[in-house]
Nanobody, 118 residues
């Protein structure tokens, strides 16, 4: 199986910064896309940012210019969050698309809480 472990969440004041990390381990041939999603209380989980194995990135409009996703090797990804706003408060989840043989499987981390105070 595949395990994802997130870290780096916490409490920060508006305007501050946090850096989330996600480490992927387990049995797979390769990891294609890594991504960050978030879920605020009472809301559905939403895409924050993704990065492909080739380094192509996408961002939700709400975080463009403030968040930066990176990937330092095939299996670890980071989300640098600057100029944080109270509306960024949510549980942040890492997702990995792992290939085993001819099939792709998606896996999720356990989530890390980010709280931005006003």
């Amino acid at each position: 199986q595949v395990q994802l472990v997130e870290s780096g969440g916490g409490l920060v004041q508006a305007g501050g910064s946090l850096r989330l990390s996600c480490a992927v381990s387990g049995s797979f041939d390769s990891i294609s896309t890594l991504g960050w999603y978030r879920q605020a209380p009472g809301k559905t989980r939403e895409l924050v940012s993704t990065i492909t194995r080739g380094g192509t990135t996408t961002y939700a409009d709400s975080v463009k210019g403030r968040f930066t996703i990176s990937r330092n090797n095939a299996q670890n990804t980071y989300l640098q969050m600057n100029s944080l706003k109270p509306e960024d408060t949510a549980v942040y989840y890492c997702k990995a698309i792992a290939r085993r043989g001819p099939y792709d499987y998606q896996y999720w981390g356990q989530g890390t809480q980010v709280t931005v105070s006003s």
